[in-house]
């Protein structure tokens, strides 16, 4: 049998960890969710969120990963057979979103080299749009634009070449000199935001608490959302990297770790943003209010006219900015692209340069299609409706199907006790059981209200105004299709020995 990978040090599994859950959200997406969401009060649900939710959920998908030593599929399969498909939905979530989040890491990429002669010049909405994506109208494809090609391709090239190296040699490597990297450069742009003029007033706009908000049920929601959609749970990461592990690791201590240092980067994201906000809003002579974003809007077209107003080094910071992008990206992108690595090699018995080559390949050639003319509306529609409906879906029915149907807590809770220093109680067993549950279901309903409602009403539009065809196959479609194929990815049959070694992880764990 074929010894598992696994971690060379302790600290390369945080770091990996840790790399995957701080990706371009927490740069573009934390700050202003908090601002919107009561400012500094908001850091209350947001801690609650972060303790009921984000890391027991970290420690459930940990210990599952070091209890059943496999892929996601793999652990599925271990924790009861019918519930294999589960774990082939999850890594179906994880290739789409693989296939055009590297498409965003190749715009930073090209950002970071026009940001020497600040090529976007004084419009930057109508360069992003016109002169570098070269965008056409949502269901139009169009022709491959050069400008995204070249550097998509470098993006894989980097990607997949990491993790033909393995766990050791390529995923912990990367990530021991992406993460301190990304820090030190975001770093120094948190501490020349700070003293740019205007920033005081930026970061008091993000601190000043409004504890009005506080008793706002969707501010709660907003919380347990964004500390969802950033650490990387519920979509196979965590339950692949957790699977390196040795045999002796505690649990409950890296989830710690992992969590707070995701929220402590995503505080100093915060500081950041809304320092270089706080100046865009002085140099305009208006509220900061009227210059907050997020997403690529923030990062490709606020970002660059901050930019061109900077008193000095324009160019540099420009460089540092997107450079810090392309870093969050990457070591994201290693982590979710090596959710289907692991889950080929494990139900195909194949070797890992094969199961990159392929799924990674595969991956590689989908993605094309985000870097054409229509690219960047697809991309915004399969990004919301696979985030929806794939990961938040996924996270409720993970911990529905854990601690209600298979009651599986208890032993989970036993495997981590056994081997962490932290131990795991009521507050665990209550925020998996109980809570998670609840506000992930209450999510859930609000967004199949919204958007099944948007179908039928004609004044309230689709998401983003898209028409009706596209949002059913570019949106409704990528969802419902990653769920389809992840059954079917079930039925297939497990190449041996793997179902003759059903019960040799007993012996590893």
């Known amino acids: 049998m074929e010894t598992r990978s696994?971690?060379?040090?302790?600290?390369?599994?945080?770091?990996?960890?840790v790399g995957s859950a701080i990706g371009l959200g927490n740069i573009w997406r934390f700050p202003a969710v908090a601002y919107e969401n009561g400012g500094g009060a908001f850091l209350i649900p947001y801690l609650f969120a972060l303790l009921t939710a984000g890391i027991p959920i970290l420690i459930l998908e940990f210990t599952m990963g070091h209890k059943y030593r496999g892929s996601a599929p793999l652990t599925y399969r271990r924790m009861n057979k019918k519930t294999e498909g589960i774990g082939w939905w999850a890594v179906l979530v994880a290739f789409v979103i693989s296939t055009y989040y590297s498409v965003i890491i190749a715009w930073a990429m090209s950002y970071s080299v026009f940001s020497f002669n600040l090529n976007w010049g004084d419009d930057t909405e109508g360069f992003l749009f016109g002169d570098?994506?070269?965008?056409?109208d949502a269901g139009e494809i169009g022709s491959l634009v050069p400008g995204v090609l070249i550097p998509l391709i470098l993006?894989?090239?980097?990607?997949?070449?990491?993790?033909?190296?393995?766990?050791?040699?390529?995923?912990?490597?990367?990530?021991?000199i992406f993460i301190p990297a990304?820090?030190?450069?975001?770093?120094?742009?948190?501490?020349?935001?700070?003293?740019?003029?205007?920033?005081?007033?930026?970061?008091?706009?993000?601190?000043t608490p409004d504890f009005s908000k506080i008793l706002?049920?969707?501010?709660?929601?907003?919380?347990y959302g964004q500390i969802f959609f950033s650490l990387s749970i519920a979509f196979a990461i965590m339950i692949t990297y957790s699977s390196y592990l040795p045999k002796?690791?505690?649990?409950?201590?890296?989830?710690?770790?992992?969590?707070?240092?995701?929220?402590?980067?995503?505080?100093?994201?915060?500081?950041?943003?809304?320092?270089?906000?706080?100046?865009?809003?002085?140099?305009?002579?208006?509220?900061?209010?009227?210059v907050v974003s997020s997403g690529v809007g923030l990062a490709f077209v606020v970002f660059p006219q901050i930019i061109n107003q900077f008193p000095g080094l324009n160019e540099l910071f420009g460089f540092l900015f997107f450079a810090s992008l392309v870093l969050a990206g990457l070591t994201s992108l290693m982590s979710i692209t090596e959710t289907y690595v692991a889950g080929l090699v494990d139900k195909f018995k194949i070797s890992r340069a094969k199961a990159v080559a392929f799924g990674g390949g595969l991956a590689a050639i989908i993605s094309l299609l985000f870097a054409t003319q229509g690219g960047i509306n697809f991309l915004d529609a399969a990004d919301y409706f696979i985030n929806q409906f794939g990961v938040a879906l996924l996270g409720l029915v993970e911990v529905i199907l854990i601690a209600w149907i298979l009651r599986e807590v208890k032993n989970l809770k036993d495997h981590a006790n056994e081997i962490s220093d932290i131990k795991l109680g009521a507050w665990w067993t209550v925020s998996l059981s109980v809570i998670t549950p609840i506000v992930l279901g209450f999510m859930m309903y609000q967004l199949l209200m919204q958007n099944i409602l948007k179908q039928f009403e004609t004044d309230t539009g689709n998401y983003s105004n898209y028409p009706d065809a596209f949002i059913l196959w570019g949106g409704w479609a990528v969802a419902i299709g990653a769920l389809v194929v992840g059954i079917l990815m079930a039925f297939t049959k497990w190449k041996k020995p793997s179902v003759d070694e059903e019960d040799s992880y007993k012996k590893e764990a």
Do not use: C, H
């Open 182 to 207: 990304l820090v030190v450069i975001f770093l120094i742009i948190v501490i020349r935001a700070i003293t740019l003029p205007g920033a005081m007033e930026g970061l008091e706009a993000f601190f």
């Open 155 to 176: 993006v894989w090239v980097v990607t997949l070449g990491i993790l033909f190296k393995g766990v050791k040699k390529g995923i912990e490597i990367a990530n021991r």
């Open 248 to 290: 002796k690791s505690d649990l409950t201590n890296n989830a710690f770790i992992t969590g707070f240092g995701n929220s402590s980067f995503e505080i100093l994201a915060g500081i950041g943003v809304f320092g270089i906000l706080g100046f865009m809003a002085a140099q305009q002579g208006v509220p900061v209010s009227e």
């Open 6 to 17: 696994q971690w060379g040090t302790r600290a390369g599994f945080i770091f990996a960890a």
């Open 132 to 136: 570098y994506l070269q965008a056409s």
């Open 216 to 223: 706002d049920p969707d501010v709660w929601v907003a919380a």
